[in-house]
């Protein structure tokens, strides 16, 4: 079974600084991962999501993830955050492609600094 | 287009009472989701639906049943209420069951059971 582990419970930043967020999954063959936002009140929204092909993944709002298969991660990444990045991040790998078989990791919280 | 919606959002259950909680999607999406997110869980799937007339269960399904009578709404029920079952409750869907189609998901439903 599909396993993802967000070290990282609540991290803060300050405004422009850089982030990365951490997430490392198991899973016995190649996985599709994806990452998650949810703002206060909110559901969540797709930020990103990793399939194949090139590790550097480009999703929303200015965010990129880096799929490393020798370090089963797949950290989310963001040059400069804006206050309103302020959120609840979750990471996700599915098992064989399936909707229905989506394993979420616990959160991390992020928390923006003015 | 309102995506998917959840009724109600907010709801104060007593032990051992009833209640459903129903997701509508205006996207003709095949797929949708039953998840509860608890604190420090990240998000676990409870039951879901491959399309009209057809259910299965998730990760966690007991003490839950749901109903997929017309496409574009899917019933989550608690027959008898119990205390472990408070939670937030969010519903999704999506195109088709493949982890390459978007999840997309309501603003969930925050329910207290006392």
């Known amino acids: 079974a599909q396993s993802v582990t967000q070290p990282d419970i609540h991290i803060t930043v300050s405004e422009g600084a850089s982030l990365e967020l951490r997430c490392n999954y198991s899973y016995g063959a190649t996985p599709y991962l994806f990452w998650y936002v949810q703002s206060p009140g909110q559901g969540l929204q797709l930020l990103l999501k990793y399939f194949s092909g090139d590790t550097l993944v480009q999703g929303i709002k200015g965010f990129e993830a880096e799929f490393k298969r020798s370090q089963s991660s797949f950290n989310l990444r963001k040059p400069s955050v804006h206050w309103s990045d302020a959120a609840e991040y979750f990471c996700?790998?599915?098992?064989?492609?399936?909707?229905?078989?989506?394993?979420f990791g616990k959160g991390t919280l992020l928390t923006v600094n003015p | 287009n309102a995506g998917v919606t959840q009724t109600p959002k907010f709801r104060v259950l007593k032990t051992g009472q009833s209640m459903t909680l129903l997701c509508a999607q205006d996207?003709?999406?095949?797929?949708m989701y039953w998840y509860r997110q608890d604190p420090g869980m990240g998000l676990r799937l409870i039951h879901y639906?491959?399309?009209?007339?057809?259910?299965a269960k998730g990760e966690v399904p007991d003490g839950y049943n749901v109903s997929r009578l017309k496409k574009q709404n899917f019933l989550l029920g608690l027959e008898s209420a119990a205390p472990s079952q408070t939670s937030v409750y969010f519903c999704a869907s999506s195109y088709s069951g493949t982890s390459r189609d978007e999840q997309f998901f309501g603003p969930g439903t925050r329910l207290t059971v006392l």
């Open positions: 639906s491959v399309g009209e007339g057809t259910t």
């Open positions: 996700a790998v599915g098992a064989g492609g399936s909707n229905y078989k989506l394993t």
């Open positions: 996207m003709n999406h095949e797929y």
